[in-house]
T-cell receptor, first 113, second 113 residues
Framework: ETGVTQSPTHLIKTRGQQVTLRCSSQ?????VSWYQQALGQGPQFIFQ???????GRGNFPPRFSGLQFPNYSSELNVNALELDDSALYLC????????????FGAGTRLSVL | GENVEQHPSTLSVQEGDSAVIKCTYS??????FPWYKQELGKRPQLIID?????GEKKDQRIAVTLNKTAKHFSLHITETQPEDSAVYFC????????????FGRGTSLIVHP
């Protein structure tokens, strides 16, 4: 086990609702990255947090937002959910001092109806 | 930004055969190339990685080769076993600073007993 945990594991929402996904990073890691993985696709980078600051953002609209806490855990918030937001959301933790190798959590499966 | 192409999308082999998955990248500044294995319903797991200062790396039945001039890298699995069946993702990034990998679309490897 990598030590990266995500909650919840599954979630069902309706269009227009808001959702918060959570990620606890592996001990010793100060960087959390979030990805969206649609069925049959590779993970698409959403954003990264390093020491509580956003450290990079992919091509996702502002309704995707995040936080990182002092213990380096992180949240992903998505507002005004759309059907196309249905996907597996993965977080990965890493640390520049550990070669930037990313360790993934098991993901949250979000279904938007 | 970086663009990673991965081929083939599906690869079917007999147990004991070799399997090769190829990726190309566009950003000549990329210098870190990890490979992830994702079994059905599970998290992506790092299986091997290579940095741009080496051309080849091996770990038991798995090897990765990198051609920086041609901007392509490949995963080689020898003596395949049914438990190697999974989706494999390549990625490319600039390690250090805001390490943000770009993933390929994945290769579904099926090893027939």
């Amino acid at each position: 086990e990598t030590g990266v945990t995500q909650s919840p594991t599954h979630l069902i929402k309706t269009r227009g609702q808001q959702v918060t996904l959570r990620c606890s990073s592996q001990s010793g890691h100060n960087t959390v990255s979030w990805y969206q993985q649609a069925l049959g696709q590779g993970p698409q980078f959403i954003f990264q947090y390093y020491r509580e600051e956003e450290n990079g953002r992919g091509n996702f609209p502002p309704r995707f937002s995040g936080l990182q806490f002092p213990n380096y855990s992180s949240e992903l918030n998505v507002n005004a959910l759309e059907l196309d937001d249905s996907a597996l959301y993965l977080c990965a933790s890493s640390s520049p001092g550990a070669g930037d190798i990313q360790y993934f959590g098991a993901g949250t499966r979000l279904s938007v109806l | 930004g970086e663009n990673v192409e991965q081929h083939p999308s599906t690869l079917s082999v007999q147990e004991g055969d070799s399997a090769v998955i190829k990726c190309t990248y566009s950003d000549s500044a990329s210098n870190y190339f990890p490979w992830y294995k994702q079994e059905l319903g599970k998290r992506p797991q790092l299986i091997i990685d290579i940095r741009s200062n080496v051309g080849e790396k091996k770990d038991q039945r798995i090897a990765v080769t990198l051609n920086k001039t041609a901007k392509h890298f490949s995963l080689h699995i020898t003596e395949t076993q049914p438990e190697d069946s999974a989706v494999y993702f390549c990625a490319a990034s600039k390690a250090g600073g805001s390490y943000i990998p770009t993933f390929g679309r994945g290769t579904s490897l099926i090893v027939h007993p």
